[in-house]
């Protein structure tokens, strides 16, 4: 009898797990549309991971030192179709990042923003970031209509 109701509660879990995801935020829950950030920086590590890839960037103060800025892109598959992959940006690699502060400005532990165009040392610019992600229309999209 008991293990009856524990193979049926394993195949409940089963049929269920699958339609557990974690929850994806929309841009106006984490970023603020009024706080445009420019950061130029140094990359120190790519994060290729869904939802969102992560660039962190190190950018120098103006009275030296230096703040690490995390910037979120769109998905990893998003990023490749716009040219953005592994072996195009690595650490190292100098950029410059347009995009929105995060409303949460305690930098802990990095600074966030969301980033939309990213600008290589040669002068190629890309779109960094997600269509239909809430962030304000300023023509960076190339899906905007």
């Avoid at 509660?9 to 929850?23: D, M, Q």
């Avoid at 690595?90 to 410059?96: D, K, W």
């Avoid at 600074?111 to 269509?131: E, H, P, V």
Wanted: aromatic letters at 6%; proline letters at 8%.
């Amino acid at each position: 009898m008991m293990r009856g109701a524990l193979s049926r509660f394993a195949c409940a879990i089963l049929l269920v797990a699958p339609n557990i995801s974690p929850a994806h935020h929309a841009f106006s829950a984490e970023f603020d549309p009024d706080s445009p950030v420019k950061l130029q920086g140094t990359v120190t590590r790519v994060q290729w991971i869904n939802p969102h890839a992560w660039i962190h960037i190190e950018v120098p103060g103006e009275e030296g030192g230096a703040t690490e800025w995390m910037i979120e892109g769109g998905t990893p598959n998003a990023l490749m179709r716009t040219g953005i992959n592994r072996k195009s940006l690595p650490v190292g690699s100098e950029i410059v990042v347009t995009g929105y502060q995060s409303k949460d400005r305690s930098c802990r532990p990095a600074c966030k923003a969301n980033g939309r165009d990213m600008t290589f040392a040669d002068g190629r610019k890309l779109f960094m970031g997600s269509s239909g992600t809430g962030a304000p229309r300023d023509g960076a999209d190339p899906n905007e209509r």
